[in-house]
């Protein structure tokens, strides 16, 4: 086939920037790793206008603003605006992320569930309205977002950093529901993931970092960046039983036919 060439379909250069790495260290380290484009996502006002200034600073970066439901409340009018007026930037390739997550950080409340339901209802049809794929984050919420999806305009979803095993994947998977798994993958605990991978098809398959979090093994724990998109890629090649190639292929045309990015 060649070079490698790999898309890391969800990362946060903002935040590894703040955890010392510049956004033009982390691309000469992705290029050399055959990382040639990425996709940075946005989750509050402030990181949302930095992932635009990224994408229009170095060409291999696109972004996608969005409201993260860890914000523990739905935008204002005026930042529902800004969410809408960034889509219509030709770098923006997505809204995202949003989502539910009903996940309990050291025992403490989470955001009402019914609120973060109705603003990701909202979300969806907000990105029906501008005609932008979704990028999802889901957290001890499968099932609740699934119910969500089937009641909202239907516009291409992305899950990313999937969490779930086979039975969500495949119901992932009957929606078109593209899939992208993070490094976690890789690690020991994943039993569920690794089953989860082979449940879904090369057409709804993306791989990502979601730097600086969930670096692969055998660098679990370290700073993430997206050049180590490239390990997750080869332990799922060896996982699934084909070659790097055939990974980065199916990823790489996936990830930019969900995006619409163009060719590097």
């Known amino acids: 086939m060649g070079e490698i060439q790999l898309v890391d379909a969800h990362c946060h250069l903002d935040e590894l920037e703040r955890r010392g790495m510049p956004a033009a260290e982390a691309i000469s380290a992705a290029a050399a790793s055959g990382v040639q484009q990425m996709v940075t996502s946005g989750d509050s006002p402030a990181e949302n206008h930095r992932a635009r200034e990224l994408a229009e600073a170095h060409p291999e970066i696109f972004f996608t603003p969005g409201w993260h439901p860890s914000n523990g409340r739905a935008p204002s009018g005026g930042e529902r605006q800004e969410i809408r007026d960034l889509l219509a930037h030709p770098r923006a390739v997505a809204l995202g992320e949003v989502g539910l997550d009903y996940h309990r950080r050291d025992g403490g409340a989470i955001w009402d569930p019914g609120e973060q339901r109705h603003l990701l209802r909202s979300m969806l049809e907000l990105a029906a309205e501008v005609g932008k ?3 999802i984050h889901q957290r001890d919420a499968g099932w609740d977002l699934l119910e969500v999806l089937d009641s909202s305009p239907k516009v291409p979803t992305m899950l990313h950093c999937f969490s779930g ?27 569920q993931l690794r089953e989860a991978a082979q449940v879904v098809p090369p057409a709804l398959l993306l791989l990502e970092t979601d730097s600086p979090f969930l670096a692969p093994h055998p660098l679990r724990g370290r700073l993430c960046h997206p050049a180590l998109v490239r390990l997750t890629a080869s332990w799922l090649a060896d996982h699934l039983g084909v070659g790097l190639e055939t990974v980065a292929e199916w990823t790489s045309s996936t990830a930019r036919a969900f995006f619409q990015l163009p060719s590097p």
Do not use: I, K, Y
């Open 165 to 191: 095993g086979a039975e969500f994947a495949q119901a992932a998977v009957s929606r078109r529901l593209h899939c992208s798994f993070a490094g976690n993958l890789t690690f020991g605990s994943a039993a």
């Open 133 to 135: 794929p979704v990028v």
